[in-house]
């Protein structure tokens, strides 16, 4: 009659510890894709300088302007209104540079110019 008793428990334990392993492996993940990202020498060059905002705005114009509309407020792609609240600016840096999203293509504007078009982005 004890072993019923306690193999619930046993069960509820190994259910608790499992779901730690799960949570440990995936804030592992996330860890290591930051250090990886942190790691790039583009975007490292990037966050290493402050952009200029009106420089990232002439980027822009040349060169989203046609999707994302003259005040990025979305035509064929997606509004930027407030995006920097969406995405961290790693994850712009990626939007912008993978191609990662068609329609959207490939871009990698040298790291000046990436510079100024991601403080223009969170300007939005």
């Given at each position: 009659?004890?072993?019923?008793?306690?193999?619930?428990?046993?069960?509820?334990?190994?259910?608790?510890l499992l779901a730690v392993?799960?949570?440990?492996?995936?804030?592992?993940?996330?860890?290591?894709?930051?250090?990886?990202?942190?790691?790039?020498?583009?975007?490292?060059?990037?966050?290493?300088?402050?952009?200029?905002?009106?420089?990232?705005?002439?980027?822009?114009?040349?060169?989203?302007?046609?999707?994302?509309?003259l005040e990025a407020d979305?035509?064929?792609?997606?509004?930027?209104?407030?995006?920097?609240?969406?995405?961290?600016?790693?994850?712009?840096?990626?939007?912008?540079?993978?191609?990662?999203?068609?329609?959207?293509?490939?871009?990698?504007?040298?790291?000046?110019?990436?510079?100024d078009l991601l403080n223009?982005?969170?300007?939005?």
């Amino acid at each position: 009659m004890d072993n019923q008793i306690n193999k619930p428990e046993i069960l509820i334990q190994r259910i608790a510890l499992l779901a730690v392993a799960i949570l440990l492996s995936i804030l592992l993940g996330i860890f290591a894709v930051r250090t990886l990202r942190a790691s790039d020498p583009y975007v490292k060059s990037v966050l290493s300088l402050t952009g200029d905002p009106i420089q990232g705005h002439a980027i822009f114009q040349i060169n989203c302007a046609g999707c994302h509309g003259l005040e990025a407020d979305g035509r064929v792609g997606p509004s930027l209104q407030a995006v920097s609240k969406r995405k961290s600016r790693y994850g712009l840096i990626h939007q912008v540079t993978s191609g990662d999203t068609p329609p959207m293509p490939k871009f990698k504007p040298s790291v000046k110019e990436m510079a100024d078009l991601l403080n223009y982005l969170e300007s939005l």
